[in-house]
């Protein structure tokens, strides 16, 4: 009991000097719990209130009344905000108390020691000296075992810091031999393309990872290793160089957990340097830039092409080398001196792919594969001449449909004479040629059929006919050159050579016969033309009536068939003994040309309206406005001697004669010094003769010469004359 | 011996963003098998001459008139932008103006240049003055070619033929649609175009081809001149 008394008068003792008013306490206990219940409780209601009319309705203007409201609210709040202040000073120092209670009780369990040694004599006086000492005993108990525990505490600290500090500097003076081994800036070269740290970290032991947290593609570290690898060479020689934060740890810390949270592994950035040689640089750069597919220039089929592949690729015999070539063509081959790249191919390939392969020339094993693209096209030239000679002799190409269309037409006109050779495809010989000699005059002719007409399977669509008459003295020769897209235009040049002809002949044998004056004694030439000019119109005028007519007939078979489908144009000389040696009449209608060469140069050149059917609408047919226009076409020559005269289609003079030479006498003296001597080759017979390509005369030889883009059907007539002495 | 008369053909593709990826990618497929076609046609060979003008937010000459036999496309046609269709017809005639040889007294020149026009789009430039420079000069066959289902009028205008006689109208036969959705059609579109150059290129005289046959001019005789030359091809059904 005694104890517990004492206890409560040392509890008493000890608040008493310490505690103000009880009743002090208590109001402020009373404003704390009435604040705290009541004042949040208004506030909230008001400031809700207010809250819900002000914010939520905001489009509401608060009224004088809800200002009031939420004044008296705000200042419930700040009142409230007050009285919580004072409460929690009041807790707070309630608190305090309580603590600084405790603190005292300790205290005076640690001075009593002191104090016992101190009033040792009085202690025993007083009544109380036997309950003191046991608690004295306790407290000194307890002091010494705190005492010892803080020592131990001490000790330890002591040691683990002194631990650290060993261990920090074993880790510093490790990362310091290291450093020497490592350097900050690692050079990776070609002899060695990886970079190995275990032997650096062998001796301090220590461990080495990568920090940074996204490595280039070009590298590797696999996990657990402590060697970096280079994957791609290109990469990383492009890229130059690369930085690297690596954490250096020692595992003696990192396993020890007194260490491991004192001791922090170093960071180090490292730079990992690309020395290569400068030609494995510049390979490399080169492949980056350089495509991996090249198209080279276009080769011609049978020429020998030559590439150089320094020039196209760009690259430099110093770092490259070109070490294989991979023709899927197999027909090119690189020359000795490697970048070269020769051959000959023989047929037109579109796309030919080569796989080029490349090798540095410092380093081998650095390779770079280009896949060259080349397109050899057709000569067109060889393929003419080997569709000439493949095809030349074979008939035209007709499908069924049309054999039997053709033969309708023609079982239409077969009673409708003359037929003028007509067969019934309305076809005609492929190649002809034809030389007759009479009294001073040697004529030749040949016609063929062009090379496009041969390619494409279609029919030869030029006519010529000629005729001595007046005892050989004169003559009349017609060419005509069918429209290339009219469907029958072989039948309207056979129309027209043929009824031509003949229509000539007859009138100027009739002319000379009642005008036989004016080619005997003196003649009067411009009296003659319009006669000569009727004759020509006439001509053309029953050119058309038979072709009209047929193309009638035909209309009957085929309901789309028109005169259109049988355009031709006409080439027509006539020459006539005269007093001063011949005249000449000549008249065109369309293109191809006539003219006069081996006479005096006043009276050689053109003979005829040049008309090249250069621009639109002005291509002329015997069937279109402007062929009876005798005027413009009748062009009347008075040749003395000897002399030559051409008449050939537009296949022959377009690309045989340019325009700005036509008119001169030099260009038909050449000419037909030229074709004269093909000419005097043929075989002369009063029979026109069909010639194969195989066994051609001269004539049709000369006729096939190769002119670039010029494949039209070809006829040309040349007639000398020679006097004879 | 005279010079070869050259067929000039312009290829103007419409390279705006809107041609992106497959219809782009399909036109140049297109493009580069014509030429392989016709490298086989001797013919065209030795005549025609290509040249590639793209236009997009501007207009480019990506090939410039080149021979048949060394021309190629380029291996990738980029379509991004506008469509400068204006800017594309006067870089045209710019280009024919330093290219073609013009015919003279003396010489020949070439022949009337074709061209073909692929749009899937609305010009978004100075169209008018575009046109105006193209209509000063005379121009051989004119494709148009509505991709995609283009619009139609600007493409008429630019086949408005007012060089020709009166009347003569070849907007219709010269306008054919293609979709490069459908490969076959496509196809067949360029399989025209190619039988188209080969028909000029073999023609006796390309300045006079016609697309189709024209009815005569009013009033002139019913034996108009141009009548009987040569033609092209009819363009498939299902392109016109």
Not at chain 1, 247 to 274: C, G, H, M, Y
Not at chain 1, 497 to 519: H, R
Request: net charge negative.
């Amino acid at each position: 009991m005694g104890e517990f008394k004492l206890k409560e008068t040392d509890k008493v003792q000890e608040v008493s000097p310490n505690s103000h008013d009880e009743s002090m306490d208590n109001i402020a206990y009373f404003i704390g719990y009435f604040t705290l219940i009541f004042f949040p409780l208004g506030s909230i209601i008001g400031g809700g209130y207010f809250l819900y009319d002000s914010i939520v309705k905001l489009d509401n203007k608060p009224s004088p009344g809800q200002l009031v409201l939420s004044v008296v609210c705000i200042g419930f709040l700040v009142l409230y905000l007050a009285c919580a202040l004072v409460f929690l000073c009041d807790v707070l120092f309630f608190l305090y108390k309580k603590m600084s209670d405790k603190n005292k009780q300790k205290n005076s369990l640690k001075l009593t020691p002191v104090n016992s040694e101190n009033s040792k004599t009085n202690s025993v006086a007083k009544s109380e000296g036997s309950l003191v000492e046991p608690a004295d005993k306790k407290k000194a108990e307890a002091e010494r075992i705190a005492k010892e525990i803080a020592e131990k505490a001490a000790a330890e600290k002591e040691r683990v810091n002194k631990k650290i500090e060993e261990a920090k500097k074993a880790f510093d003076s490790k990362i310091a031999s290291l450093n020497k081994l490592v350097p900050s800036k690692i050079d990776i070269t070609p002899e060695s393309e990886s970079y190995d740290f275990s032997t650096c970290l062998k001796e301090s032991g220590l461990k080495l990872y990568p920090k940074t947290k996204s490595l280039p593609s070009y590298i590797e570290w696999s996990e657990g290793s402590e060697k970096i690898t280079i994957l791609d060479r290109r990469s990383f020689i492009l890229a130059k160089s690369f930085s690297l934060e690596v954490e250096i740890s020692d595992p003696l810390i990192a396993e020890d957990s007194e260490l491991k949270s004192k001791i922090k592994p170093q960071n180090i950035l490292l730079q990992f340097v690309a020395k290569y040689p400068e030609p494995v640089r510049k390979f490399i750069e080169w492949a980056k830039v350089s495509h991996n597919q090249v198209r080279l220039p276009n080769v011609k089929q049978g020429i020998a092409a030559n590439f150089n592949l320094c020039e196209i690729l760009s690259f430099d015999s110093s770092w490259a080398e070109l070490l294989s070539i991979e023709d899927s063509s197999g027909s090119l081959v690189l020359e000795g001196s490697k970048n070269l790249l020769t051959g000959v191919i023989k047929e037109p390939v579109n796309d030919i792919k080569i796989n080029a392969l490349f090798q540095c020339k410092d380093m081998p094993s650095v390779k770079h594969s280009v896949v060259l693209i080349l397109t050899c096209t057709m000569d067109a030239e060889m393929r003419w001449k080997q569709i000439e000679k493949s095809d030349s002799d074979k008939p035209p190409q007709l499908k069924e449909d049309e054999v039997s269309e053709l033969k309708n037409m023609y079982n239409g006109l077969k009673d409708v004479k003359p037929l003028f050779d007509l067969v019934d495809d309305f076809g005609k010989p492929n190649r002809i040629s034809f030389r007759q000699v009479k009294a001073g005059f040697d004529l030749a002719y040949a016609s063929i059929r062009g090379r496009s007409h041969i390619k494409d399977g279609k029919f030869r669509e030029d006519d010529i006919k000629a005729k001595f008459f007046l005892d050989n003295k004169a003559l009349v020769i017609v060419v005509s050159d069918g429209a290339g897209s009219a469907a029958l235009s072989r039948r309207g040049s056979q129309i027209v050579a043929n009824l031509g002809l003949e229509t000539l002949v007859d009138s100027f044998e009739k002319l000379i016969s009642q005008e036989s004056d004016y080619f005997i004694g003196n003649t009067d030439i411009e009296a003659l033309k319009n006669k000569v000019k009727d004759i020509f119109t006439n001509t053309i005028s029953s050119i058309r009536q038979r072709i009209d007519l047929e193309s009638h007939i035909i209309n009957g078979a085929k309901p789309t068939f028109s005169k259109k489908d049988m355009y031709a144009t006409f080439l027509a000389a006539v020459l006539i003994p005269c007093k001063d040696g011949h005249i000449l009449f000549s008249y065109s209608v369309g293109d191809g040309a006539i003219g006069v060469g081996g006479a005096p140069d006043e009276v050689s050149g053109i003979k005829c309206v040049p008309d090249h059917g250069q621009s639109a609408g002005q291509t002329l047919f015997v069937q279109t406005d402007g062929a009876t226009d005798a005027n413009k076409r009748l062009n009347v020559t008075i040749i003395p001697g000897s002399f030559s005269l051409m008449l050939m289609t537009d296949g022959v003079s377009d690309p045989l004669i340019p325009l700005d030479v036509e008119s001169s006498p030099e260009t038909w003296h050449s000419l037909s010094k030229e074709l004269k001597c093909c000419a005097e080759t043929l075989d002369v017979s009063d029979a026109v003769k069909t010639e194969t390509f195989e066994q051609r005369g001269k004539l049709c030889e000369w006729l096939d010469s190769y002119q670039p883009s010029h494949h039209d059907d070809r006829t040309i007539a040349i007639l000398s004359y020679n006097p004879i002495s | 011996m005279s010079s070869t008369r050259r067929l000039p053909i312009y290829f103007l593709v419409d390279t705006s963003g809107s041609m992106t990826g497959d219809p782009i990618n399909q036109v140049r497929t297109q493009l580069s098998s014509i030429i392989d076609g016709l490298r086989a046609d001797p013919q065209a060979l030795e005549t025609a001459y290509l040249c590639l003008i793209t236009f997009g937010a501007k207009a480019n000459v990506e090939v410039p008139l080149t021979s048949l036999e060394t021309f190629n496309i380029p291996a990738v046609l980029t379509a991004s932008g506008s469509t400068a269709m204006g800017e594309a017809l006067e870089l045209l005639v710019r280009t024919r103006k330093a290219d073609v040889v013009p015919k003279t007294g003396s010489t020949a020149g070439d022949w009337r240049p074709m061209v073909f026009l692929l749009s899937d789009g609305v010009p978004t430039d100075d169209f008018d003055a575009g046109i105006r420079e193209f209509k000063k000069l005379r121009w051989g066959v004119r494709v148009a070619c509505a991709v995609n289902g283009a619009e139609e009028s600007n493409l008429r205008r630019f086949l408005d033929a007012s060089d020709a006689p009166a009347g003569y109208n070849d907007e219709s036969a010269n306008l054919v649609h293609v979709s490069t959705a459908d490969p076959m059609h496509m196809q067949s579109f360029f399989k025209w175009v190619s039988a188209s150059i080969s028909a000029v290129s073999g023609s006796a005289n390309p300045d006079n081809m016609t697309s189709d046959t024209p009815p005569p001019a009013p009033g002139s005789n019913q034996n108009n001149s141009s009548v009987g030359n040569p033609q092209l091809p009819p363009p498939p059904p299902t392109l016109t």
